[in-house]
């Protein structure tokens, strides 16, 4: 015969479980309403061709409209690098609900304008990074396959784009390089369809910024940017040199095409660096705002660093370690979050 107790302690028990269940629930807050249509001018002074001098007013606008995209992509990163870190479902299982959201809401499917189209691969990038770290441990199969879909539909969206309408020169520079990110991310999803599609096209959009380096490594397109060019340039070495770590995990090495062009153009950004950036404004003609007091070298601008530290055949390896020696921890949204989480402990 059942002991009371016995039966008690089961019922007890149960409801422990429930209660637990539906506060590890309660625990996942829902993201911000989901952004479908995106549009906004550019944040640069109308008329300015080298794109390094904002309009206040211009850039105050697209922050504010991307900063639902922004808000959503950081706490996101945050929750995965965690959920990745302690190898926990239920916090992986959250980080994919709240993306489901998004995907159900068929999310920034409706970018209204060419700037917002060519900026917002960057962020397609970093979510699809985010997934790649907790789709491994989340147990919703529908929700997963869910977000993949969606993101495939956005990164879809961007090749179309990329290939029929940008403007050539930002086909040459870090926007293309940050689409590419984002295609080389959903083809390390081996378990998504457009996988091959993906990493075809990543290769050959990265290969293409790459073969524009000129000799001492420097981006042509990114020094037109005039004080800002070596801050371009680190902006796109940062996806050239994580879509080179993903597809080098996939058997498709990267790093050495055209002469070894990211190692060069890696190597001009950090020998600049420590040379108060001489090299750069003897290109551009001014003085880079690195070094002219209004901008300071942070971790993200060389969050880069630990996925470089991964490629074979690198030759500023050490350069690369002693610079970023006194940044703290390398980290930054739109590559995933913890570059040391992400390249030392996951991929």
Known sequence: MTRPYAVAAAVACALTITLAAAGARAECALPPEPVVSLDFASRYAEGDASRSELDGEAAA????????????LRDLTDAANEAADRNDPAAADCVIEQMAIWAD???????GGGTAELTIGSRFAGLSLIFL???????DADKLDMVRGW?????????????????????????RAWAALGAAARAADTKGPNAM???????????YVLCTADKDGSLPQEMRRGKRALQYQLHAIAPLVVTAAL????????AGVCNNALDRAVGFALDDLQDQGRATQAITGQTQTFFDGSDQI????????????????????DKARKTVGSLG????????GNQQLIWEKLF
């Open 197 to 207: 599609r993906f990493a075809f096209w990543a290769g050959a959009s990265a290969s």
């Open 298 to 317: 942070e971790g993200f601008h060389l969050a880069w660093v630990t996925a470089y530290l991964q490629l074979p055949g690198m030759t500023h390896a």
């Open 151 to 175: 993101l495939d539909r956005r990164i879809a969206d961007q090749v179309d784009f990329w290939e029929t309408e940008a403007p050539d020169g930002a086909r040459q520079g870090n926007l």
């Open 61 to 72: 606008a697209a922050e504010d409209a991307l900063r639902p995209v922004e808000d959503f």
């Open 247 to 254: 597809l080098d995990q996939a058997g498709t090495p990267l």
């Open 133 to 139: 770290q907790v789709a491994p441990i989340a147990r």
């Open 105 to 111: 809401a068929d999310a920034l499917s409706e970018l």
């Open 329 to 336: 921890a390398l980290s930054y949204s739109k590559l995933g």
